[in-house]
């Protein structure tokens, strides 16, 4: 079983910025490949980016150049550097990982983004 704990989430203003981490727990493959989504009211669950272990990355094109995803292996541990901030980034951010076929997500964390 594998267990992922996000954290640092909160409010911040428009312009703001914010950093989350997510550590990973348990019985982890070598190779995996981790990530943030978010789900805002109303809307369906988004990629926001991804990053495997060997450091490829990929982001959503609403976040391209504000947002960073890096990870750090030998911690399991994932984090997202928010910068700039928008009303629009306002959403509970899962924290991702994904061996193969198999899904794991942590409970979330709620950014709240005000104008």
């Known amino acids: 079983q594998v267990q992922l704990v996000e954290s640092g989430g909160g409010l911040v203003q428009a312009g703001g910025s914010l950093r989350l981490s997510c550590a990973a727990s348990?019985?982890?493959?070598?190779?995996?490949?981790m990530g943030w989504y978010r789900q805002a009211p109303g809307k369906q669950r988004e990629l926001v980016a991804t990053?495997?272990?060997?450091?490829?990355?990929n982001y959503a094109d609403s976040v391209k150049g504000r947002f960073t995803i890096s990870r750090d292996n030998a911690k399991n541990t994932v984090y997202l550097q928010m910068n700039s901030l928008e009303p629009e980034d306002t959403a509970v951010y899962y924290c991702n990982l994904r061996v193969i076929t198999i899904l794991y997500w942590g409970q979330g964390t709620q950014v709240t983004v005000s104008s």
């Open positions: 990053i495997n272990t060997s450091g490829s990355t």
């Open positions: 348990g019985n982890i493959f070598s190779f995996n490949v």
